[in-house]
């Protein structure tokens, strides 16, 4: 007799109350319903249920913070004892049968019934509208979330519930089997076809089901809505008047076909309060001549849907606060249209097993980033669709040896029944992506070949062949702190590596059929290896992905974080996760999450000042990083666009450098001008405990002028010399701060690695920095991390918590090199290169400085640099 050790787990899970959880408590909670439920239980059986268990209720999550407007009446309170949590009391119990621990799912109501609080009560009489946002982090259980808020939303009386889901046939569907799973529980690919309700049953529909309560789901796992197949429902709509649900595609056509089935099929809107819930709702439009993805109209459908309805509800969903219905429209007055979540904003938190950007690439938790630096000769960062690699470089082979081990590990850990997930993008092209699967679908029929072969042989024999010599020197390299050892693993391989499909998920491929994870077809689980490009960047979620290779050219802020498939949740396994990018990708990425988690914090200040959704949208709108989403979102207009940003208190760096040898010359030369004209004044003071060249009382004119001619590289946007010099120009004629600090960075003692020949003669007293670059920046090089200065450089001239109300300009000579041994590796300027930073003001005399500076954002030159990277028609022909 085989213990249902999972069963077993969720019936504990549910009796546990979510107070005073002891270790002695779940021991003897196991025991008891263990051999109630199998006799037979072992010792060691029930010890993986108890760790399974603690594991779950040692992950917490904060409630996050919200913006409302004035307009708010809570309601929810007063109405609890009436309401009915069917729906709600089926998807708490699928959750915690899920893994969700019992902390977890009780934060989740208490979000969740916030979120539900701040919607309309359904029940209220005449016409009202309700438009909020919750932001939450990618792959963090958005979909988990506003699941939640559905099943109480119908609990409450919410008769129909639209949800869009993106753009693509395979997000949808994706999106679909989760709806069904957790809100409905029926296989919607099944509900026309002559089979018992027993076997449609998914989900909570396992937990109770109950016709008469059951949603109509007008859509299915199959099928985006058509007015024929909805009209088949009709019947089950009159007899039982259910809650609709309808899981749609973000399309014009679809939206359209939408609208005039319910304005024609007898319901009545009136009384039919709706929620309509707008998945991913940041998506910037794709570049594509395609009227069905058109923003413009698709925003026209949706306003249009809304009104349709007396008793509406928008609701969208972001995974960035960079959501473009914030920095897309051309002014602030443009933001506050139709679809601005006028009415709150919500951010979610994420639990603390949560797998984000701060843990990966800023605090290096899981040690889990690895340097690609061998692509060059295989695929160019930027190719055309006609190179066609013809082999997978030893980064890439390396990745799917890896890939194969943590498929090992997971066995002999008890988790082989689950799926497991491989990541390959590496080009928007489908028939590189073609290419890329043949390719590695080949090398890896090779490994299936040797380990089928040598594997049963005794370690040493086996290891004769080079092929499993290459797996085990992984291993090696990898996964010697895993708790089994190389005899282990060789003994499991076969089993591993026998089930591994590689799948390609594009316009060429049956996306819908390929990424199927259903329990139904797939109750063992897969273990895929999945070579796409725009499928993967669009909200798809790869099961178990543990293994990520990444090699894509983009500086998109969206698609970035879209392409971050890699985000969320490694229960048991995130010790074996690796992500195998750039250097360029990964200094994008910590930017990145730096970026986010700053808005984040300024989301809870205001939060705390009890300010206004309008009020985070301008935030927003005028955070210094909302230049390149603009930048990338305004592209293809090929028009002037101007957007105001605060620099106030903020550090300004030429992150980016010319590599033009006459530009880096002239730089130079004008650094030295400056320096001789600041000594000529006689500005130099003493610093304290620095040995750096420090000025003081500097008139602001100097400054302008050596910003004014400095070559700035067009992609280190806020350094833009015309934006910054008009902004010195404003702080010292409206906010009368016309003196500045300025140091000329010396480093003490003189780094003896340092290999370059300064040519200026006032410049060679000061000893250069050593910086590491990557030399992938168009016609210039990046700093690694996109940062100049080094520790507290930035405050070098302010007593410890003296607030800046001097800005400061920082000069530094550099020795830039390309690796991280500088000792192997040439200077890529001989003689040297200049940059700098400014660190401006937050305050004058004790007042905040309110004044923004204008930016014209370089559409055409980004355009021109980065238009190849954006998908086209070509990418999402078949996927729509």
């Avoid at 099943?151 to 949808?172: F, P």
């Avoid at 259910?242 to 679809?254: A, C, D, G, M, T």
């Avoid at 008139?699 to 050596?706: H, N, V």
Wanted: charged share 25%; aromatic share 8%; net charge negative.
């Amino acid at each position: 007799m085989n213990c249902n050790l999972e069963q077993i787990e969720h019936t504990v899970s549910m009796s546990l109350d979510g107070k005073d959880i002891t270790h002695a408590k779940i021991v003897k909670m196991v025991n008891g319903i263990g051999k109630v439920m199998c006799p037979e239980i072992t010792g060691n059986e029930i010890d993986v249920i108890v760790k399974n268990i603690e594991s779950k209720h040692q992950i917490t999550m904060s409630l996050g913070f919200t913006l409302v407007d004035q307009s708010h009446k809570p309601w929810l309170t007063d109405n609890k004892e009436n309401i009915k949590w069917y729906y709600w009391n089926r998807y708490k119990q699928l959750l915690i049968k899920n893994g969700f621990g019992n902390t977890v799912v009780g934060k989740m109501d208490i979000v969740t019934d916030e979120i539900l609080d701040l919607l309309q009560d359904p029940k209220d009489e005449g016409a009202w509208q309700r438009k909020g946002l919750v932001v939450g982090h990618v792959q963090s259980g958005k979909t988990a979330n506003y699941a939640a808020v559905v099943c109480k939303a119908l609990d409450a009386g919410y008769r129909i519930v639209i949800i869009m889901a993106g753009l693509l046939n395979s997000l949808r569907k994706q999106t679909q089997g989760r709806v069904d799973s957790g809100v409905i529980g029926l296989d919607s690919s099944l509900m026309l076809h002559d089979i018992a309700v027993a076997g449609k049953l998914v989900g909570v529909g396992h937990f109770s089901h109950e016709e008469k309560n059951c949603p109509v789901s007008i859509t299915t796992a199959d099928a985006d809505f058509n007015k024929s197949t909805a009209t088949q429902q009709q019947a089950a709509i009159a007899q039982f008047k259910p809650p609709l649900i309808f899981v749609v595609k973000k399309n014009v056509s679809i939206l359209k076909n939408l609208i005039d089935w319910l304005k024609n099929n007898n319901t009545n809107l009136n009384d039919s309060p709706m929620l309509l819930i707008d998945d991913e709702s940041d998506h910037a439009s794709i570049n594509t001549k395609k009227d069905d993805l058109d923003p413009t109209r698709t925003n026209e459908r949706i306003r249009e849907l809304l009104k349709l309805f007396p008793k509406n509800v928008y609701l969208g969903y972001t995974a960035t606060p960079f959501a473009n219905i914030f920095i897309n429209p051309d002014t602030p007055e443009e933001m506050m249209n139709d679809l601005f979540p006028e009415n709150f904003i919500k951010t979610l938190d994420a639990p603390s097993n949560y797998f984000g950007g701060m843990e990966l690439f800023v605090n290096n938790k899981f040690n889990a980033i690895r340097e690609i630096v061998d692509y060059a000769d295989f695929l160019p960062l930027k190719h055309k669709k006609e190179q066609l690699p013809g082999f997978i470089p030893e980064s890439l082979k390396e990745s799917i040896r890896v890939f194969i081990l943590v498929c090992a590990i997971r066995i002999l850990r008890d988790d082989g029944s689950k799926h497991n997930s491989m990541l390959v993008n590496i080009s928007r092209f489908t028939g590189i992506q073609s290419q890329i699967r043949i390719l590695i679908h080949t090398y890896l029929s090779d490994l299936k070949n040797v380990v089928s072969n040598y594997c049963a042989l005794p370690v040493e024999e086996a290891q004769k062949n080079n092929l499993v010599k290459s797996i085990a020197e992984t291993y090696n390299k990898e996964f010697l702190a895993v708790e089994f050892d190389w005899r282990e693993i060789q003994a499991i391989l076969n089993k591993a590596i026998a089930r591994i499909e590689v799948i390609e998920v594009n316009s060429s491929s049956n996306a819908e059929k390929n990424i199927d994870y259903s329990e139904r077809n797939y109750p063992n689980g897969r273990h895929l290896i999945t070579i796409g490009g725009l499928s993967l960047s669009r909200g798809i979620t790869l099961e178990g992905l543990s293994i990520s290779y990444f090699l894509r050219n983009s500086i998109m802020y969206d698609t970035l974080m879209q392409m971050g498939r890699w985000f969320g949740y490694r229960p048991n396994y995130e010790d074996l996760c690796r992500i195998y990018m750039t250097e360029q990708a990964k200094g994008w990425y910590e930017y990145i999450a730096n970026a986010t988690e700053e808005l984040r914090d300024e989301f809870r200040k205001m939060d705390d000042l009890k300010k206004t959704p309008k009020d985070f949208g301008l935030c927003v709108r005028n955070h210094p990083d909302s230049l390149i989403v603009t930048a990338r979102n305004k592209m293809r207009s090929a028009k002037t666009v101007v957007r105001e940003i605060d620099l106030t208190g903020r550090l300004i760096e030429t992150s980016r450098l010319f590599t033009d040898s006459e530009k880096v010359i002239f730089n130079l030369e004008q650094a030295e001008k400056l320096l001789v004209q600041l000594e000529k004044e006689n500005l130099k003071k003493e610093l304290r405990n620095t040995n750096h060249k420090f000025f003081a009382n500097v008139p602001a004119d100097f400054i302008g002028d050596f910003i004014e001619v400095f070559h700035n590289h067009p992609e280190s946007s806020l350094t833009d010399s015309k934006s910054v010099k008009e902004y010195v120009q404003v702080l010292a004629e409206e906010e009368g701060i016309d003196k500045w600090n300025v140091l000329f960075v010396n480093i003490q003692p003189k780094d003896k690695d340092v290999d370059v020949n300064i040519l200026q003669d006032n410049l060679k007293l000061i000893n250069p920095g050593i910086r590491r670059t990557v030399s992938y920046c168009t016609a210039g090089i990046m700093l690694s991390q996109r940062k100049l200065g080094s520790g507290n450089i930035d405050r070098v001239d302010l007593k410890e918590n003296e607030i800046r109300e001097t800005p400061l300009l920082m000069v530094h000579i550099l020795d830039c090199r390309t690796t991280k041994n500088k000792k192997i590796s040439n200077p890529i300027f001989p003689n040297g290169v200049v940059a700098y930073g400014i660190s401006f003001p937050g305050e004058k005399n004790g007042k905040k400085i309110t004044k923004l500076t204008t930016y014209q954002v370089n559409t055409i030159w980004m355009n021109e640099q980065y238009g190849s990277t954006v998908e086209t028609d070509e990418d999402i022909e078949g996927e729509l």
